[in-house]
């Protein structure tokens, strides 16, 4: 830690070291919220495919890394060389490497980006179009790393200014062309249904939200960069910007499989309800069946009752009918025989 060498009233603190602090705490704020983002997203029902997990994964631990070093770089700046006013006119490794970080997280979001366009136009060159404004966007990223390690002075930020402002600007190019075309394409790809309708225009909002929010971002980077190059102002919106692309792309990815919940939870919910009916009516289909049967078999009863009484009414009749010759047989031979004996005895 050297001496002081610059008077503190001299320093530029509100236009070096200010804009600095805010851009970390702008970050850790928008880091938190791509945390919270991730965790939902590893929490979901549905799975995403192999690819497109990996995405997350290394968006993720990009911005992971990135939040650490500029940590780090705040410990630096405010501990470490607290009393050395010579610091604060330097720019540390993370504060260098930030287009690099940037672009790293932003060209796989971009080439997903390009891949929905694809998808939706089934239009190669659009496709090409904007793969190649981000790779483009990618090597004027690395470029203006490497101009900035050789130029680690705050004084000299304005000797990058073509650099800088190239790379910003392919990057606005970029998001707001696919954003272009993401307004054209899910707007046209309409259908009649309503349902379907009001699914497509929540992932129309969420994609263009996505595109433009990185976009405008990019876009006031490169005017502030533009207007007061000497200064960290433009700072306040570089530093987020990859936080920004990881928290869009990852709404979006979990606004994507909440819909394909919903519409799981809504025909299970219209599953579950027919059953309820199913069974509702089947209650009462069992009832009457049980009713019908019970009628039956009472009535069944009753027959056999009926018929037995009457066979049995039947047998007597036959019976009384059968006995009543013999009887009068009877009394005839009776009288016969009193006759015989009554003439034998006269």
Same mark, same amino acid.
């Given at each position: ?118 998808? =939706?136009?089934?239009?190669?060159? @659009? ?6 404004? &981000? /790779?483009? *966007? +990618?090597?004027?990223? $690395? ?69 433009? =929010?990185?976009?405008?971002?990019? @876009? ?6 533009? &207007? /007061?190059? *000497? +200064?960290?102002?433009? $700072? ?84 009384? /009918? ?25």
């Amino acid at each position: 830690m050297s001496d002081l060498s610059v008077p503190l009233s001299s320093l530029p603190v509100q236009s070096v070291l200010g804009p600095l602090v805010l851009a970390v705490c702008i970050d850790a704020f928008f880091y938190g919220f791509s945390v919270l983002q991730f965790v939902q997203y590893r929490t979901r029902l549905f799975r995403d495919n192999v690819p497109t997990q990996l995405l997350v994964s290394w968006t993720f631990l990009v911005d992971t890394i990135h939040t650490v070093a500029l940590c780090w770089m705040m410990w630096s700046y405010l501990v470490d060389n607290f009393a050395n006013t010579t610091y604060l006119f330097s720019a540390p490794w993370p504060f260098t490497a930030t287009p690099t970080f940037l672009v790293v997280t932003a060209a796989p979001c971009q080439f997903y980006f390009a891949r929905r366009v694809w998808k =939706l136009s089934q239009s190669l060159p @659009l496709y090409w179009t904007i793969m190649v404004l &981000s /790779v483009a *966007n +990618t090597t004027m990223g $690395i470029v203006a790393t490497a101009f900035a390690f050789t130029h680690a002075d705050v004084h000299d930020f304005k000797l990058l200014l073509p650099v800088i402002d190239s790379w910003l600007g392919l990057g606005v190019l970029c998001d707001g062309f696919t954003s272009c075309c993401l307004i054209y394409y899910l707007s046209r790809n309409r259908t009649g249904f309503r349902h379907h309708q009001r699914l497509r225009d929540r992932v129309a909002q969420v994609f263009i939200e996505s595109s433009i =929010l990185t976009s405008l971002f990019a @876009l006031a980077d490169l005017l502030v960069y533009s &207007s /007061v190059p *000497n +200064t960290n102002y433009h $700072i306040i919106l570089g530093i987020p910007m990859g936080r920004v692309y990881t928290c869009t792309l990852f709404a979006m990815l979990n606004a994507r499989l909440k819909l394909r919940e919903d519409e799981a939870d809504g025909i299970k919910q219209k599953s579950l309800s027919f059953e309820r009916r199913l069974q509702f009516a089947n209650a009462f289909h069992h009832l009457k069946c049980q009713t019908e049967v019970r009628v039956s078999v009472s009535i069944r009863e009753e027959t056999e009752d009926i018929a037995t009484e009457d066979r049995q009414s039947i047998s007597r009749t036959t019976t009384k /009918v059968g006995d009543r010759p013999s009887t009068a047989n009877s009394g005839r031979s009776t009288d016969i025989d009193q006759k015989g004996h009554h003439g034998s005895i006269v």
